[in-house]
């Protein structure tokens, strides 16, 4: 069993800078992936950014490259997204997720929090 919980949303103004923070209750065998999307209510859940650590690569969604930075290391990693120059159509539920194996015996999962709110907006 592993949980992630996120932290660090709120509410800020256009322009600003917010950094969210996923912790992971404990460590994991191996990770193929962390990364984190985003979800307005009533639409569909969107890509933010990955890192594979296969590779490793990083990849950003158009709308966020060049303003938002992923990075996290180890087994179990702090996987923060930072988040620079906000807009309002940033705002949504941000959730962390790990693709990894808890034990060598095990296939991998995809592991997700719960969400935290960021609300842009003057």
């Known amino acids: 069993q592993v949980q992630l919980v996120e932290s660090g949303g709120g509410l800020v103004q256009p322009g600003s800078s917010l950094n969210l923070s996923c912790a992971v209750s404990?460590?994991?065998?191996?990770?193929?992936?962390m990364a984190w999307y985003r979800q307005v209510p009533g639409k569909e859940r969107e890509f933010v950014a990955i890192?594979?650590?296969?590779?490793?690569?990083?990849n950003y969604a158009e709308s966020v490259k060049g303003r938002f930075f992923i990075s996290g290391d180890g087994f179990q990693p702090t996987v923060v997204l930072q988040m620079n120059d906000l807009k309002p159509e940033d705002t949504g539920v941000y959730y962390c997720?790990?693709?990894?194996?808890?034990?060598?015996?095990?296939?991998?999962?995809?592991?997700w929090g719960k969400g935290t709110l960021v609300i842009v907006s003057s």
């Open positions: 890192k594979d650590t296969r590779d490793p690569n990083i």
């Open positions: 997720s790990i693709n990894g194996w808890i034990t060598d015996r095990q296939a991998s999962r995809n592991y």
């Open positions: 404990r460590e994991f065998h191996s990770i193929a992936t």
